[in-house]
């Protein structure tokens, strides 16, 4: 469906989304004495602009008032009324306020959330809309849903389309009847319906009811009668229990009068009919793809013998999900353009993300907690979720940004020393701009664009987000030298921040960002950049009345700063947050400038991938780098695929980064480390070459390794231990179920008491140092003295059975040790489980597909599933085969299947 944009301007310079929506006449005895058309006008354009704004993490509405009023007024009874439509509720003072500057106005529009109503959260809508266009039949009358009755509504259609079987698209029967003859009003409708023709002047001796609809056609213009009057009536049967239109009957007196024949067509009335049915939208939550069900008749009415006019009866059955009279009205800002949403687009965030759904997803409810709860939160939230047994985010809140009582704190203070001494008078400009607050906590970083995932700016020299009691926050930028392209670098920023803590962190109250850009020159001394005052005047509510607000926006700011898309994402179909833990976050809050070249030795499950992808993406915004110019090199085809799919660099194997010289790339990410060799050649060497080419701006040269996953006894072509410097170590495991995790455990005791020949010893003394997330309930299974045939039953068993409890193929992996074993197991697998029905299976390259993987354990290492199934692994030499099963352990989320064949 084709999207509509608004002629609305969103204003750019400022660090909050305001929009203009030009010159409007306020106060209630102007506005009474408009002419209606331009009342009307200005009316929809103020609700246009609060319904995006409401749906789209709140902002500004600024207009220039047309009456020259000097004292105050307020907006206008008309206005408000359309504001009180929106949010459904008479409470505006929680959702709008309202500041008079001069000729210009401006209406504060905090977002949209439930927060505010407990007592009926969930009967409200997550989204904000003009009208539904969804209509009902209530007694004789077809009424137009408002937003909470339209969400009400479809959660019904909804759950009854998740009851009903696939293949059936059709309402009960028992409903359907009742629009036929087994209902009274029905058997009168429906006799009259099958008639041929009717006596002008006729009385029909039936009620309007429920099912029963009388119109008149009260214009000449018959069609375009029809065009505009139909539509309403076909959605309220349609989306009740069906029932009868008819055409030509005048209401009181139930006379039969029809059409004048002169004035209509009667084959162009029925093309008329059937054009304005379908173009009626409709939303299905079922698989049928119905369309409207209906019968139009059109039937000839006699006068005194003759052929006098025509008499329209359409009979209209309940259809399987959603009819609508015209799309619903509902606006987003998209792009910097205000936007009317399509049909399907408002159904799906009108709904709640119900969180029974998340009973067909087990790996979040066995394997995360909730972080935020889209039950309350705005309507751009994204689910975030943890690994069960890791902090929440008022405990990641109080460890990074702790409110402290009764001074205002400096953090990170490593990070303050350091810009300290870095840049003389950094300390004296900064101190005298926070002495009006008292109580807070100024958060410190090189950059806080790139910790928002934007591009840095050259000449920063660092930024400083304010927190403080009875000030809104205020985003300082510190320029090395005046530049005029500051006040927007700051403004945008400002922006992002603001939008993230309300789209992604959840932030329910009203807040905005201001901004302070400052200059410290190269003298002695420091100045202000002009032009950097913050050109609105919030309300004071937009401030920090006190400690629990403020803990409030800071743990919507821990979310926003350690938030990642998960990968379940794309198994899903939905979009999912995670969160770093504080070992990760820390690593990854380094400076990169000072840390070039680190390796980072992890722990199985402890996050090596994601932290990679995470640097990559900091590298991409600090050194305003293309993707051509960040390398990520595995070992493994199908992870070299999986990180090609986020297109954030180029991803290659080993074997192809030897073939290669790579003349463009200036970053290299290297992961999996530990299984690298040198059979093709020194690639360590060859990578540090490539990020040390520019010698005055050498690349990064990240390197993520863990020896306890050594799968081979060959040289790995890693520099000596005591050459990888700096280190960092991942000892926190957030994958692994309580079970699977003892199992690991237990592998890599045994690795470090006997470890292989080309590991060296010193690089497992981590291990002491691991910390197990607990809590995560699953499942270990060691299957001994198997045959081939008993392998193959238990597996396709228990997929069978899996697939019955809310599993899907997606999450299950099946892993062997050698390929000619995969070709094998494919084959016997696909026959057996074509027999009970099972899907196909598919390699490791399309790890995202709807299919069951079927592997080596080598080729899935650095990726993970839910469910996984190791067939007899061994290896050539049973000194790497604890290090085998390590990996083969780590790759299972939930449930760990090891089976032996009989010759073990």
């Known amino acids: 469906m084709q999207e509509h944009n608004s002629s609305l301007v969103i204003e750019l310079s400022y660090s909050d989304l305001v929009i203009d929506v030009g010159v409007v006449t306020l106060g209630e005895d102007n506005r009474k004495k408009m002419q209606k058309t331009q009342k009307n006008e200005e009316r929809e ?535 770093l833990t504080l070992q990760q976050y820390e690593i990854f809050s380094k400076n990169l400038c000072k840390s070039r070249e680190l390796f980072v030795h992890g722990l199985p499950g402890s996050g090596k991938t994601i932290m990679a992808v995470k640097i990559m993406e900091k590298i991409r915004n600090m050194f305003h780098c293309e993707a051509n110019r960040i390398l990520y090199i595995c070992e493994n085809k199908p992870l070299q695929d999986f990180i090609s799919k986020k297109n954030i660099c180029q991803a290659v194997t080993r074997k192809a980064f030897m073939k290669e010289d790579f003349e463009n790339i200036q970053h290299i990410i290297i992961d999996e480390a530990q299984n690298f060799r040198t059979e093709n050649g020194d690639w360590y060497n060859k990578a540090k070459a490539i990020t040390q080419r520019e010698k005055d701006h050498p690349g990064i040269l990240w390197i993520f390794l863990d020896y306890f996953q050594t799968s081979h006894l060959d040289c790995s072509g890693l520099p000596l231990l005591s050459a990888q410097y700096p280190r960092e170590e991942l000892t926190r495991v957030v994958r692994n179920a309580d079970k699977i995790a003892y199992y690991l455990r237990d592998k890599l005791h045994e690795i470090r008491r006997k470890p292989p020949p080309n590991i060296p010893s010193m690089s497992l003394e981590m291990l002491p140092e691991v910390e197990w997330v607990r809590g995560v309930q699953g499942t270990l299974k060691i299957k001994k003295d198997l045959t081939r045939d008993q392998v193959v039953t238990y597996v396709t068993d228990t997929c069978r059975g899996l697939f019955e409890r809310g599993y899907s193929p997606r999450d299950v992996a099946v892993l062997v040790s050698t390929q000619s074993e995969v070709e094998y197991y494919e084959y016997e697998l696909l026959r057996a489980m074509r027999k009970k029905r099972i899907v196909q299976l598919s390699n490791a390259y399309d790890i995202l597909g709807d299919h069951i993987v079927l592997d080596s354990v080598r080729r899935f290492s650095g990726l993970e599933r839910n469910v996984v199934f190791g067939i007899h692994p061994k290896t050539a030499d049973p000194a790497i085969l604890p290090n085998l099963l390590a990996c083969l352990a780590s790759r299972a989320k939930q449930q760990l299947y090891i089976l032996w064949l009989g010759d073990c």
């Not at 409200?124 to 137009?144: D, E, M, N, V």
């Not at 299905?284 to 019968?295: L, N, Q, R, T």
């Not at 015209?326 to 987003?332: L, V």
């Not at 975030?384 to 409110?403: A, I, N, R």
Request: net charge negative; charged share 25%.
């Open 45 to 579: 354009k103020v609700a246009q602009a609060a319904c995006a704004l409401l749906n789209s993490g709140g902002g500004v509405i600024r207009l220039e008032m047309a009456n020259k009023d000097d004292h105050p007024v307020e907006p206008g009874l008309d206005l408000e009324a359309s504001w009180r439509e929106l949010i459904q509720s008479s409470d505006l003072h929680t959702f709008f306020e309202t500041k008079q500057q001069g000729r210009c106005f401006y209406i504060f529009v905090k977002s949209w959330s439930r927060e505010p109503f407990p007592e009926d959260s969930s009967t409200k809508p997550r989204i904000c809309s003009s009208s539904s266009f969804l209509y009902c039949r209530s007694g004789t009358s077809a009424l137009l849903m408002n937003s909470t009755e339209a969400f009400k509504f479809l959660k019904t259609k909804k759950r009854a389309a998740e009851r009903r079987p696939v293949n059936e698209g059709a309402p009960p029967r028992k409903i359907l009847t009742a629009v036929c003859h087994n209902i009274s009003e029905s058997d009168l409708a429906f006799h009259i319906f099958q008639r041929d023709r009717l006596e002008h002047g006729e009385i029909l001796h039936l009620p309007e009811s429920h099912l029963v609809e009388f119109k008149q056609f009260s214009t000449k213009n018959i069609e375009k009668y029809v065009k505009e009057t139909i539509p309403k009536y076909i959605s309220a049967f349609a989306n009740g229990e069906g029932g009868y239109l008819f055409l030509g009957v005048e209401d009181k007196t139930k006379k039969v009068l029809g059409c004048v024949k002169e004035n209509v067509n009667r084959d162009s009335l029925e093309k008329v009919i059937a054009t304005a049915i379908s173009k009626l939208p409709i939303f299905h939550f079922c698989s049928s793809k119905a369309h409207v069900g209906y019968e139009t008749k059109i039937q000839d009415v006699f006068l005194e013998g003759e052929l006098y006019s025509y008499f329209c009866v359409i009979r209209v059955k309940p259809f399987c999900c959603a009819v609508f009279a015209e799309a619903p009205i509902s606006w987003m800002v998209k792009e910097k353009q205000v936007c009317k949403l399509t049909t399907e687009e408002w159904v799906e965030m009108t709904m709640d993300p119900d969180p029974l759904t998340f009973i067909f997803f087990p790996e979040l409810t066995e394997d995360f907690e909730s972080q935020l709860s889209l039950s309350s939160g705005p309507p751009l939230c994204k689910p975030v979720y943890s690994s069960k047994g890791l902090e929440h985010k008022e405990d990641l809140q109080q460890h990074l940004f702790p409110v402290p009582l009764g001074h205002l704190q400096y953090t990170p203070e490593s990070l303050w020393k350091e810009l300290c001494s870095e840049h003389e008078g950094l300390e004296e400009l900064l101190s005298k701009e926070m002495r009006p607050f008292s109580r807070g906590i100024l958060i410190l970083s090189r950059s806080w664009a790139v910790d928002l995932n934007l591009p840095a700016k050259q000449g920063v020299i660092c930024e400083a987000l304010l927190i403080a009691e009875h000030s809104p926050p205020i985003l300082h930028t510190i320029l090395r030298e005046q530049d005029m392209d500051g006040q927007r670098y700051c403004t945008n920023t400002a922006l992002t921040l603001k939008q993230k803590l309300v789209n992604m962190g959840g932030y329910t109250k009203k807040v905005c960002v201001k901004t302070r850009v400052l200059c410290l020159s190269t003298k002695t001394h420091v100045e202000p950049l002009q032009g950097s005052a913050f050109p609105i005047d919030y309300p004071l509510s937009y401030s920090f009345a006190n400690t629990l607000h403020m803990d409030a926006f800071l743990q919507s700011l821990a979310v926003v700063l350690l938030g990642f898309r998960s990968f379940l994402s794309d198994q899903l179909g939905c979009e999912i947050l995670n969160l």
